[in-house]
Every structure is written in structure tokens, then in C-alpha cells.
């Protein structure tokens, strides 16, 4: 592989046409020296420049300038009274003084579309590279270029060749063979030629890295939708680059090696891989059969078998030390050991140059080792995917590292060992402290495994990643050992990644595809069986505030049942794990197997802790929660008194979980219908946050979502609005677009305008939430069935009574099937159903609909409540349209006196009512 001095990427020109940016035709500033000044002039007189036409290929666009446009601030300029050679002139497209006037047309000039010569330039283009681009960094590549980097000239330049005609190219060989050195040297050739463009890295490895490096050039392009846990971040990247809005990128999808993974599942490449040209995509895979899968023909892929000899010779000779005695003979036989696999190469390399030994010396070791393994790892079977990847060569090179590793530096030697049973990149000089006493050690340990090419640090020399066939290796020959390693790797993770409190930390973040990793062990003793549980339930919290609630859910009932085993049922470590998947189960909205499983906590607590233990009261609030949401508002009432009652007095009034009490006892009296003491205690509450949270800070936007709920519900529409988007705004930042308490924060913003007599406007946001739920696959969860409710209505308000009632209708049906037939939600989407069949003249089934609501609401609200009421309207207003107009009076009045007594006389709704007595 040539280094950085060879050749440069021969890709086909950009033909900048205008002469402000051309740094062909006038290169430099001075580049009237090759002829006199009364030459040129005599060459240009007589010729006056009116107005010339510049197309930037590199913008996109063909600006028209006229003679008073010319003069630009940032350069001197004669004007066009004078030759073009006088006019304002850019070294090249880089000169940052291009940008500020290249963004904008310049004063007196027009915007035209792209000519078609233009787009035939853009074509020849491979990338089509634009200032416009993200350009001065390269997002998720963490690969520094290799000084050393030799051979594959011909791989390069067929690489740059067949994205000319393909987007897609696929680099198909054995672990080791250099597919990654090879996507890295073109990376940063074609960004030295362009350097606009927008390059972006992606390890396939795991769904974790897959979907952490899409959020991650999501969060660059500044996409919606780009943290929801739910979202399909691949397919949500892939429309953006498909439309067009993201031109002049080039992708690089790093050992995309498991088909499953990639054809499988919300982030399945297969399905989502963005093929337009405006960008180009590479591929490296160990798999042919992958290979072909995600790219458009055979011709697409270039398998690399190995380097040629002579390749292989001069990346050997680059990294052998100056003095060694060379042999051709000697060094031709190792490398036909190595099977001429680069990595192979550069750790035989290291090898000799760390223990100072003769090429002969190295070879009789390299003969001599690891015979046992080869013949373990060589078995192949024949068939369609026969493998591409053999790493005999790899291993017998790694094992001689390995055993000198073991024999001479036992602190190393450990440091590898654990290291390969934690995920293989981003591990932290942090996590590793714990292993040697001091930092010291550590250093040295690390600096002995990177002088040995088996782990390699990042640029800030902070975070360390090993090669997937080293991590491999080393794992096979601590196969005897692997219960030791893997329960050292526990509890390093353990110890950073696991908090008693359950707030969100920075460093869990980093952290998790760690965590992920090792929760998947498991361990024959009791101990780290614990250790283990405690880390799931840890991983639990952290999916639950992360919106993941199906994650969540199995961690959390893996860690209860290793617990429950183990600790038994009354011990508080199942019980917090039982409590936490009882909380899962309310956001999942299966109210009622959480009930029961937050009885069962409450219950046990009581009898072990006591009535008024703090541990104890923590689970009447989250009981409380579940009555509420279940409709069941007097329990849920008395276990919030009794949380804040408790709270309060043990931990003071501004202690957060005393206002979380508080807050679920404004929620209840707002759904009772009691609106001024619920309006009364969230601006108290609000003001509590404010003074003491920073901001955003996700108590404080809930504070603000429930008051601008209520100040709705009393026809407050001027300020619940601009609250109800703050909320949103808020949200977006700390939590991201898609993010489920996002999702709530715009369906009560649409409710918001719906009421304010803005239907298109809530229609357009209840579709938006409506589309992102259905793509989380979370056609049946209740806060998707609201938004298909509220959906409904606002088009019954529109007159579009045909649509309304079949979306109604397929609502109130998912409800009965999901909440049950007498669950306040499902009554509520039944007294919808009825207005609108109203409309529809469908008298009959609209009045046994509207009756049934009625009877639920009464029975479980209460006749006063504003719910009660709304169903006594429309029960009302359907015996009048029956022409049982001495009956509909009757009730009108009923309602009339009930808004009167709940909501006072000036409320819309009550002189709504007044106006038909």
C-alpha cells in the first residue's frame, strides 16, 4: 500500500466555469507576471464587460451578475470597466473568503436553476462534492490516516472507478486483509480533493453501533425524529439523503459482516440502504453473501483476497526497524505463513521490533506456535457462504503476542484479557483504572499492547478499541478462563455504569454498549449472578428514561428473576426490581398487570419496612400513578395525600419527590373537574421548578404540560398555547422529536388549537405524531389510540363525518381490546363515536352509545363531572334531533345546571347550553 506521498485520487475534474473561483485558469493573484501590463491591456481593449454569467458547480446554482454588481467587500475589484483578468479573483474553492459571498448572491445579481451542462458536471463528479457540506470534520470516524499505508493502488483506483456508475461498492475479504485501512486511505484522499464533503462512518458491528452512529449523523443533519428510541433511525437517515436535502456525502458502512443484523429488524440496512448519487456509499464485509445483499450486482463488490507479494514485502520492510537484516528468502516465507494478510503483517512486525529478535529467530517461533489452534480454528464447511474469512494466519501471529504477553507482562497481559470481553471500541482509560493499582501501571500496560499493534487509542488517547479478530483470538485462548474474565469485566462495568439514584449520568451513556455486552453473560456462582442482576436493573432505568420501554421491560424482569431466585420474594432487591417492572408496564400502558405488581411491592413493603418508610411510600406513588391512569381517581387520590403527607413531613416541602406528590394531587383535581385548585397548585409548582431545576429540565416541562392542560380545558386558550409549545420546544431539546413525552407534549398542542378553532393546524400535528407512533410500531399503545381519537374528531369538526367515524370506530374497537369495555379512555372515545353517528343521522346507534357512556361516567365520575356533563349534552342533543324535544329539554337543562355549579356562567360550554333552553 503507497504512503501518503503517492499518487493523488484520480477522480474526473470539477469544472468550476466562473472566473471568480477557478484556480485553473488564474491560479494565484500575481498571475499577470508571465505577461507586461501594456500587453494585456493592448490584448483587452476595446472589450467592455456589460454583465457575465458564473456557474458554481460546487454551490449548485448560476449566478447572473450585472456591471453594478461586480464590486465585492471582501476583495478590491477594478468593476467591469476593465478586462475580466482585473475582476475580483479566489485562489481556489477553499479561500475562505469565497464562503461569506458564495452563500448568497452578490448585490445585483439572479438566481437561475442548474443548466443541464451543470448537471453533467455534477455527474462526472463522483461524490458531487458542495461548500455547503459539513466539511470540517469527518462524523463517527475515529480512524487516523496510516503513514505507512502501501499497495492497493489498483483496489483505490477501482474503488473511485465504479462509484463513477454505481453508488454502491462493496470491499469483500478475510478479517484483517486491510478493508478498513483501504475505505480509510480513500476517505481521506477524496476528502483531501473535496474538501467539502460530508463523510460519514458507520461500525456495523452490533444494532447498538449501528443505531448510535445513525442517531449521530441524524444529530448532524439535524433531523426530526433522531432520538426517538423507537424510531427507525437508519430508514429516518435514509429518506433525508433519498429527497435529496443531504447532497455530496459519502457513507462508509464498516464490517457489516452479520446478514441477520442487516436484513433484520427496525434498522435493517437491506431495506433502508440510501442508493441515490448524490452520494456514494462503501461497504466493508468479510461476507460475500452480504456483499451481494447490499449492493446492486456482482460487479459491485471487490473481493481482496491478499496483498501481491510485493505489496506485502514493502508494508513489511516500512514497519521493520531501519538496521534489520533484511532477507528476501527469509522475509517471502513469513509472509506466506501470514497468507500475506496486512494485519498479520503488522504485528509479526511489532513482534520483532519489541523483543529485538532476527527475522530467522522470528520465523523458527512462527513455525513452530500455535499448531493445536490453527487445526481447531481452520474447519470449514462447503456450501453457498463458505467462508471468505480464515484467520489461521492472524491467530498463529496473535498467539505468539499473546503467550510472550503472558510470560513477561502479566499487567498487560490482564488488561487484554478483560478488554476482550467487553464491547471492542470506545473502552475508557477510566473503566480500565480499576484494574492495576495505579495510573502509572496502567500506561505502561496500555502502551505495551498498543507498541504491539493490539489495541489501538484514539486521538485523544482516552479511549481504546482492539481489532475484532484480536478480540476473538484472545477470548478462544482464554476459553479455560472465560468465567474469571467475564466476571472481571462485570464488575468494572458494575462499577461505572451503576448508581443507587435513578438520574440520568453522563458516563452511562458511554457506558451502555459496555453494559449491553456483558449483561448477556452469565455466571454458575451466586455472587456474580447478583452483580449481574443489579447491572440489568440498571439497564432497565436507563432504557426506561430513554423511552425504551420494551428493553426496559426485559432487563427488568431478567434482573427480578435472578433476584427472586436467589434473594427470594420478600427481599428489597426483588422488590425494587418487581417495583421497576411495574413502572415499565404503565408506560408500556398495561395498567392493570401493573397494578397488580405494584400491589404485590406496596404490600410487601408494608409489612417489612413499615407504613411510613420512605422505600414504602415510593411505591403508594407509583401505585397512585396506575389508579390514575386506570380512571379509578379516589384510590389514586388517597395514596397521593398519604405519598405527600409522608414526604413532606420526612423530607420538606421543596424536596423534589414532595413535589412530584403534589403534582400528582393537582393532576387528580384537574380530572375531577376541580380546575381552579388544580390551576393553583401547578403555578405553584412551576414556579418551585423554575427556581430550583436548570433549564430545560424535563419536571419543569411536565409542570407546564399539565397547566397549559388545564388552562385549555378552561378556555385559557391564549396562554395554554404558547405554554403548550414551549412545552414542545423543551422537550425536543432534552429529549428529542420522537421521544414519547415529546409526542404528548404536540398532541396536546394540536388539542390546543382544535379548540382555539384551528382544525387544519391540529390535523397536520395529529397525523405527524400519529405517523411517528405507527413507525415505532405502536399501533395499540393508549397514547397512540388518543392521538387516533383526537384525530377523529377534529375531522368530524371539519364536516368529513365518513372518515371520522371509521377511524372512531377502529379506536373504540382497539380499546375494548387492549383497556376493556368500562375503562374511562374506551367510554371516552364511545361518547365521541356518538356525536359523530349523530351527525351521520344514525339516531339508534349514536343514543346506545352516548347511554353507555353516560352510565360509565356517572357510575365512575360522578353526575357533576365535566365528562358526565359532555355526555349528558350529546345524549340530549340526540333525543332532540329524534324529535323528543320535551325529553331533550329536560336534559339540556340538567347540563346547563351542571356547568353552571362546575364551571360558572361565563364558560363557552355553559352558555352554550343556555342558548338552546
Known sequence: MPDQSSAPLQAPPINFQTPLCSSTQVPTSDYRKEEPRDQQERNTSGIEIIHFSEEQTHLGIRLCHTKEGSALVTYHSTGYGHSHTEMTKFKDVGDPALLPVSMEPVPGSTTLRPTAG??????????????????????????????????????????????????????????????????????????????????????????????????????????????????????????????????????????????????????????????????????????????????????????????????????????LPGDAKLD????????????????????????????????????????????????????????????????????????????????????????????????????????LQGLVESRRQLNTALGILQGLSLINADSSKEYFRMHRLVQLATRFCLSGKKAKYEALALKLVVAGFCYDDLEEHIEQTVMLPHAKVVATYTFPDKENTLILAKL??????????????????????????????????????????????????????????????????????????????????????????????????????????????????????????????????????????????????????????????????????????????????????AEAIPLSESVVSGRKLLLGDTHPQTLLAINNLALGYRLNGEPHTAERLYRHVLAIHESCHRQTHPETLQVCQNLAVVLRDQARYEEAEKIGRDTLAARERVLGRDHLSTINTANDLAMTLRLRKMYPEAASLAERALGVRVRRLGERHTYSLDTLFTFASIERDMGHLSEAKALFRRVWEGRMEVLGAEHAATREVLELL
Open 328 to 431: 528476501d528468502a527469509v522475509e517471502l516465507q513469513i509472509l506466506e505463513i501470514l497468507e500475506y494478510v496486512p494485519l498479520g503483517i503488522a504485528q509479526a512486525a511489532a513482534y520483532i521490533n519489541y523483543n529485538n529478535i532476527t527475522l530467522c529467530e522470528y520465523l523458527s517461533e512462527l513455525t513452530e506456535s500455535g499448531a493445536g489452534l490453527l487445526k481447531v480454528l481452520s474447519n470449514e464447511h462447503d456450501g453457498p457462504r463458505k467462508g471468505l474469512d480464515s484467520p489461521n494466519s492472524v491467530l498463529r501471529t496473535w498467539k505468539i503476542s499473546f503467550e510472550k504477553i503472558c510470560s513477561d507482562y502479566s499487567q498487560a497481559a490482564q488488561l487484554l484479557s478483560v478488554m476482550a470481553f467487553l464491547d471492542r471500541q470506545n473502552i475508557s482509560r477510566t473503566l
Open 118 to 319: 451543470h448537471r453533467e458536471v455534477e455527474k462526472d463528479c463522483p461524490h458531487n462534492t458542495s461548500s455547503l457540506a459539513l466539511s470540517h470534520t469527518i462524523p463517527n470516524f475515529s480512524y487516523s490516516r496510516n503513514p505507512t499505508f502501501v499497495g492497493c493502488e489498483d483496489i483505490v483506483k477501482s474503488i473511485e472507478v465504479r462509484l463513477r456508475t454505481t453508488p454502491i461498492v462493496a470491499l469483500c475479504g478475510i478479517g484483517g486483509v486491510g478493508k478498513t485501512e483501504i475505505a480509510t486511505e480513500y476517505c481521506y484522499r477524496v476528502q483531501g480533493q473535496y474538501p467539502n464533503i460530508s463523510i460519514f462512518w458507520v461500525p456495523c458491528d452490533t444494532p447498538i453501533k449501528i443505531e448510535l452512529a445513525f442517531r449521530e449523523i441524524a444529530r448532524l443533519l439535524d433531523l426530526g425524529g433522531r432520538n426517538d428510541p423507537g424510531a427507525e433511525i437508519v430508514r429516518l437517515v435514509s429518506l433525508h439523503f433519498q429527497r435529496g436535502y443531504a447532497k455530496h456525502w459519502l457513507l462508509v458502512l464498516d464490517n457489516a459482516n452479520d446478514v441477520e443484523l442487516l436484513t433484520k429488524g427496525k434498522n435493517a440496512l437491506v431495506e433502508s440502504i440510501p442508493t441515490y448519487r448524490n452520494g456514494s456509499i462503501i461497504i466493508t464485509t468479510k461476507d460475500r453473501y452480504v456483499a451481494q445483499r447490499l449492493t446492486s450486482s456482482a460487479q459491485d463488490t471487490i473481493v481482496i483476497d491478499r496483498l501481491p507479494s510485493k505489496d506485502a514485502l514493502t508494508l513489511f520492510r516500512s514497519k
Open 536 to 717: 440489568q436493573h440498571s439497564i432497565a432505568s436507563y432504557d426506561l428514561r430513554a423511552g425504551h420501554y420494551d428493553a426496559a421491560a426485559r432487563y427488568s424482569q431478567s434482573a427480578y428473576s435472578k433476584r427472586l431466585a436467589l434473594r427470594g420474594d420478600s427481599h428489597l432487591d426483588t422488590l425494587h426490581s418487581l417495583g421497576l417492572l411495574g413502572v415499565i408496564k404503565r408506560h408500556q400502558g398495561l395498567y392493570e398487570e401493573a397494578r397488580i405488581l405494584l400491589s404485590k411491592v406496596l404490600d410487601d413493603k408494608t409489612a417489612i419496612l413499615g407504613a411510613d418508610d420512605l422505600n414504602t411510600i415510593n411505591s403508594v406513588y407509583d401505585l397512585s400513578e396506575v389508579l390514575e391512569r386506570q380512571g379509578n381517581y379516589n384510590d389514586s387520590q388517597r395514596l397521593a395525600e398519604r405519598a405527600h403527607r409522608i414526604r413532606s413531613t420526612r423530607l420538606g416541602d421543596d424536596n423534589p419527590l414532595t413535589l412530584h406528590s403534589l403534582m400528582q394531587l393537582a393532576l387528580l383535581a384537574r380530572r375531577q373537574a376541580k380546575y381552579e385548585s388544580a390551576e393553583t397548585l401547578y403555578r405553584k409548582l412551576l414556579q418551585a421548578y423554575e427556581a430550583k431545576l436548570p433549564t430545560p429540565h424535563e419536571a419543569t416541562l411536565k409542570c407546564a404540560y399539565a397547566l397549559a392542560g388545564v388552562l385549555r380545558e378552561t378556555n385559557q386558550h
